[in-house]
């Protein structure tokens, strides 16, 4: 039992790493939402392996949508629309290399010069009992402002791309956005 | 569970299930129509897979062939995850895990994934129209799906699939929760897209999402959304309908009556009832089912305590 | 399976995030670039609470908090990008020059 989470967890490991690049790497933006929620998917794998399977299952049915989101977001937004064509848009190429590697080599060395207390799960507990008390016992004032706070972005969200102003309609009239690229 | 032994069961049980939707299906149409002879409703779907078998595939030009295949894959693969959490019979079950219904509602909700890469790897306008139809339908009905599915925890005191039907010794949860089971059978016509709410892949976008598809991979594709309502019925079943519980029969037996029972009620809606449009899908989602499930939440919520 | 090889996944998935955080140009995938960083950083949370907290559920609680800030962040930054589109036709950040000093 302890060999094959070991294994499946080195799977999901690569997978998730492996998927996390490829967004970055493949030409198609669809596909690119797409392996981002399969890095999503293998990080609830590993979450999943380590007991925490409300959260690793929250993380892959949140991630659905938003995923599906994120891909129409980039066949709507992007000036390349058809979609399996090059698409290399970069800036400060090196930089952000130098700058990705470096993060990974910090956070790394921290991971595995620091000293952590070694303090497992105890067996017998089961994790999701105790995340449910204590969203609803002591850190009920956490988890309730993280839902007003999400209230207040869904409102501001609904704000900010509403297009109806206070007197009806506010593009009325007015020509919708073009596809061309503007002058710079 | 022996994991060989979990794949057989699944396997089987998807086989036999998908073959019975496409019996029913051949069935209500015929009686719908007024026909006759209901002998070839067994015969009838085996004849229809055949010639998909046999029929030459299309193919469009330039598609995302990767994820042209992956659509159909993922969406039964899906199923058979959705399955795993359900338990058939007392002890009879693949991963009837802690949190088995937030494993189901996962399993469901990627059906937007799968739908929307099957659509958009045809390259084809049609088919991508059918997968923005499934992302609007999905993200609609997601959270009224959700809601409902885990109002059925509250009496249980337990996110298990298993603790659910336990649950229900006394009185099914179709009872203890009215609201729960309508808002649960519009909510699954959105995500396996069939009857009224067929609409990523209806006639009306001549075939949405497998538009541009025949043959073998038409014929996986309609199997696999034929196991997604079933796995959809089947939880239905286990969450509203008590699962296997129940009076005289064996539970394995009432565990495929209500499941088929639930399958041929949504099964006979598409045969009766118009197409819905688009706008008044999304708008029947979020104005109507979206509040009416968080009453189901608190109304349930308050009896429990 | 450590805490060691745990961390420095999440390492690699917040280091992956940061390059493509800082590499795009789109706005979308800008954002993808912070959901990689947010997604090692649950990763990180969730190893702690396995291996260092003795079962604390506030380890839990820290990655429900995550897991908010998430869509905190896909909501406005989807809402942002369609009112940048909407109001300066920009869709890569190489078009909001009026930022620039």
């Given at each position: 039992?302890?060999l094959?989470?070991?294994?499946?967890?080195w799977?999901?490991?690569v997978?998730?790493?492996?998927t996390?690049?490829?967004?970055?790497?493949?030409?198609s933006?669809?596909?690119?939402?797409?392996?981002?929620?399969?890095s999503f998917?293998?990080?609830?794998?590993?979450?999943m392996?380590?007991?925490?399977q409300f959260l690793?299952?929250?993380?892959?049915l949140?991630?659905?949508?938003?995923?599906t989101?994120?891909?129409?977001f980039m066949?709507?937004?992007?000036?390349?629309?058809?979609?399996?064509n090059?698409?290399?848009?970069v800036?400060q190429?090196?930089?952000?290399?130098?700058?990705g590697?470096?993060a990974?080599v910090a956070l790394?060395?921290?991971?595995?010069?620091?000293?952590?207390p070694?303090?497992?799960?105890?067996?017998?507990?089961?994790?999701?009992?105790d995340?449910g008390?204590?969203l609803l016992?002591?850190?009920?004032l956490?988890?309730?402002?993280?839902?007003v706070?999400?209230l207040a972005?869904m409102?501001?969200a609904?704000?900010?791309?509403s297009?109806?102003?206070?007197?009806?309609i506010a593009?009325?009239?007015?020509?919708?956005?073009?596809?061309?690229?503007s002058?710079? | 569970m022996n994991?060989?032994?979990?794949v057989?069961?699944?396997?089987v049980?998807?086989?036999?299930?998908?073959?019975?939707?496409?019996?029913?299906?051949?069935a209500?149409?015929t009686?719908?129509?007024?026909?006759?002879g209901?002998a070839?409703?067994?015969?009838a779907?085996?004849?229809?897979?055949?010639?998909?078998?046999?029929?030459r595939?299309t193919?469009?030009e330039r598609?995302?062939?990767?994820?042209?295949?992956l659509?159909p894959?993922?969406?039964?693969?899906?199923?058979?995850?959705?399955?795993?959490s359900?338990p058939?019979?007392?002890?009879v079950?693949v991963?009837?895990?802690p949190?088995?219904?937030?494993?189901f509602?996962?399993?469901l909700?990627?059906?937007m994934?799968a739908?929307?890469l099957?659509?958009?790897?045809?390259?084809s306008?049609?088919?991508l129209?059918g997968?923005?139809?499934?992302?609007?339908v999905?993200?609609?009905?997601?959270i009224?799906?959700?809601?409902?599915l885990?109002t059925?925890?509250?009496p249980?005191?337990?996110?298990?699939?298993?603790?659910?039907?336990?649950s229900?010794e006394?009185v099914?949860?179709?009872l203890?929760?009215p609201?729960?089971?309508?808002?649960?059978?519009?909510t699954?016509l959105?995500?396996?897209f069939?009857?009224?709410?067929?609409?990523?892949?209806?006639?009306?976008?001549?075939?949405g999402?497998?538009?541009?598809?025949?043959?073998?991979?038409l014929?996986?594709?309609r199997?696999?959304?034929?196991?997604i309502?079933?796995?959809?019925?089947?939880?239905?079943?286990?969450a509203?309908?008590g699962g296997?519980?129940?009076p005289w029969?064996?539970?394995?037996?009432w565990?495929?009556?209500?499941?088929?029972?639930?399958?041929a009620?949504?099964?006979?809606?598409?045969?009766?009832i118009a197409?819905?449009?688009?706008?008044?899908?999304v708008?029947l989602?979020?104005?109507?089912l979206l509040?009416?499930?968080?009453v189901?939440?608190?109304?349930s919520?308050a009896l429990t305590? | 399976?450590?805490?060691?090889?745990l961390?420095?996944?999440?390492?690699?998935?917040?280091?992956?995030g940061v390059?493509?955080?800082?590499?795009?140009?789109?706005f979308?995938?800008?954002?993808?670039?912070l959901?990689l960083m947010?997604?090692?950083?649950?990763?990180?949370v969730?190893?702690?609470?396995w291996g260092s907290t003795?079962g604390?559920?506030?380890?839990?609680?820290?990655?429900v908090v995550?897991?908010?800030?998430?869509?905190?962040?896909?909501?406005i930054?989807?809402?942002?990008?369609a009112?940048?589109?909407?109001?300066?036709k920009?869709?890569?950040?190489?078009k909001?020059?009026?930022?620039?000093?």
């Amino acid at each position: 039992m302890n060999l094959i989470s070991d294994i499946l967890f080195w799977v999901f490991s690569v997978a998730a790493v492996v998927t996390g690049l490829l967004v970055f790497i493949t030409d198609s933006m669809v596909r690119a939402a797409y392996w981002l929620m399969a890095s999503f998917v293998a990080v609830g794998g590993i979450l999943m392996i380590l007991d925490a399977q409300f959260l690793g299952l929250i993380l892959i049915l949140m991630m659905a949508g938003e995923m599906t989101i994120m891909a129409i977001f980039m066949v709507m937004f992007m000036m390349n629309p058809a979609g399996l064509n090059p698409m290399t848009m970069v800036h400060q190429h090196r930089t952000s290399i130098v700058a990705g590697a470096g993060a990974f080599v910090a956070l790394a060395a921290v991971g595995l010069l620091a000293e952590f207390p070694d303090r497992p799960v105890p067996p017998g507990v089961d994790p999701t009992v105790d995340l449910g008390v204590e969203l609803l016992g002591e850190s009920m004032l956490i988890f309730e402002s993280a839902g007003v706070a999400l209230l207040a972005v869904m409102i501001g969200a609904v704000a900010l791309v509403s297009k109806r102003g206070r007197y009806g309609i506010a593009e009325e009239g007015s020509e919708e956005p073009s596809l061309e690229m503007s002058e710079e | 569970m022996n994991p060989l032994v979990a794949v057989v069961l699944i396997g089987v049980v998807m086989v036999v299930s998908v073959y019975l939707v496409a019996v029913i299906d051949t069935a209500v149409e015929t009686r719908v129509s007024g026909g006759r002879g209901y002998a070839r409703a067994w015969l009838a779907p085996i004849s229809r897979a055949a010639r998909l078998a046999l029929q030459r595939r299309t193919v469009t030009e330039r598609p995302d062939a990767e994820a042209w295949v992956l659509g159909p894959a993922l969406l039964g693969g899906l199923a058979a995850v959705a399955l795993t959490s359900i338990p058939f019979a007392p002890g009879v079950d693949v991963a009837d895990i802690p949190a088995g219904i937030v494993l189901f509602g996962a399993a469901l909700l990627q059906v937007m994934v799968a739908v929307v890469l099957h659509g958009w790897g045809a390259n084809s306008v049609f088919p991508l129209l059918g997968a923005f139809r499934m992302a609007a339908v999905g993200l609609s009905m997601g959270i009224p799906f959700s809601l409902v599915l885990i109002t059925t925890a509250i009496p249980a005191e337990s996110l298990s699939v298993g603790a659910i039907i336990a649950s229900q010794e006394g009185v099914w949860n179709v009872l203890r929760q009215p609201i729960g089971l309508p808002v649960y059978l519009i909510t699954a016509l959105g995500f396996s897209f069939w009857g009224p709410l067929q609409l990523p892949d209806g006639a009306d976008l001549a075939g949405g999402t497998s538009a541009e598809i025949s043959g073998t991979a038409l014929l996986v594709w309609r199997i696999a959304r034929a196991s997604i309502l079933v796995s959809l019925a089947a939880m239905g079943a286990a969450a509203f309908l008590g699962g296997y519980l129940g009076p005289w029969l064996p539970g394995w037996l009432w565990m495929i009556v209500k499941t088929m029972g639930l399958a041929a009620l949504m099964i006979w809606s598409g045969h009766r009832i118009a197409r819905a449009r688009m706008e008044s899908v999304v708008l029947l989602g979020w104005t109507v089912l979206l509040p009416v499930a968080l009453v189901d939440v608190f109304v349930s919520g308050a009896l429990t305590l | 399976m450590s805490l060691e090889a745990l961390l420095v996944v999440s390492a690699a998935l917040f280091g992956v995030g940061v390059y493509g955080a800082l590499s795009q140009q789109s706005f979308v995938m800008i954002m993808m670039g912070l959901e990689l960083m947010l997604n090692g950083a649950i990763l990180a949370v969730v190893a702690f609470w396995w291996g260092s907290t003795g079962g604390n559920p506030e380890g839990q609680l820290l990655a429900v908090v995550v897991l908010a800030v998430m869509a905190i962040e896909a909501a406005i930054g989807f809402a942002l990008v369609a009112n940048v589109y909407r109001v300066r036709k920009a869709d890569i950040s190489e078009k909001l020059r009026r930022l620039r000093h």
